[in-house]
């Protein structure tokens, strides 16, 4: 069990450039989540996946904004014309699906400045 | 919708004082509600959490946290805090994914 993974763990992109952020959850793991916290604040719920399948989406997660975990492992979030608002640390999280209750581990999070 | 909310923005204690970081819910049926910490550009780290059963629960570093359902509260506790638990702490429920409180800073002073 090597936990959640995400890569690259800083990233400094210009307005207007697209990003990509990799998420790898434990191996065992059918649930993925992707969260965002800006400084001071807890973390928001942006999306999840169970196997392949995509769930459910905050409104957070604007048309800027795609998801995809294609084979049921490994996971992206794409974010499109990037603006300065979209500053924030990113959060992959994986967990067992067995109803609710199960334990949520995150990963250590990927950086994103917009300049 | 389920929600957790955290009173304190923060929380000063000396090394060696008993620590308590507060959290009540809003839940309709059983809440299912945890403890995260997140040490400075860390991510978030698992410390316990309330499915059923007893009341109090233990976690991992010492904490325990005790469920009061009259209270609607799951307030974190740590017999003698360390100066290494200063942090920032997150409640939480869970509803097939997470919902957070604002989160607590802990500072414990030497």
């Known amino acids: ?9 800083h990233k400094i992109t210009k307005r207007g450039q697209n990003v990509t952020f990799r998420c790898d959850p434990i191996s065992e793991h059918n649930r993925l989540y992707w969260y965002r916290q800006t400084l001071g604040q807890g973390p928001e719920f942006l999306t999840y996946f169970q196997n392949e399948a995509q769930l459910e989406k905050s409104r957070l997660l604007s048309d800027r ?3 995809e975990r294609p084979k049921g492992s490994f996971s992206t979030l794409e974010i499109q014309r990037t603006e300065q608002g979209d500053s924030a640390m990113y959060l ?4 067992l699906a067995r109803g609710s209750g199960n334990t949520i581990y995150f990963g250590e999070g990927s950086w ?4 | 919708a389920q929600s957790v909310a955290q009173p304190e923005d923060q929380v000063n204690v000396a090394e060696g004082n008993p620590l308590t970081v507060k959290c009540t819910y809003s839940v309709s049926g059983n809440p299912y509600l945890f403890w995260y910490v997140q040490y400075p550009n860390r991510g978030l780290q698992f410390l316990l959490k309330y499915i059923t059963g007893d009341n109090l629960v233990k976690g991992s570093y010492g904490f325990e946290a005790e469920f009061n359902k009259s209270q609607t ?3 974190l506790k740590k017999p003698s805090a360390l100066v290494s638990d200063s942090a920032l702490y997150f409640c939480a429920v869970d509803d097939y994914k997470l919902s957070f409180g604002a989160g607590t800073t802990v500072t414990v002073r030497a």
């Open chain 1, 1 to 9: 069990d090597t936990g959640v993974s995400q890569d690259p763990r």
């Open chain 1, 65 to 67: 904004f795609s998801a």
């Open chain 1, 92 to 95: 992959c999280a994986s967990s």
């Open chain 1, 112 to 115: 994103l400045t917009v300049v």
């Open chain 2, 73 to 75: 509260s799951f307030h």
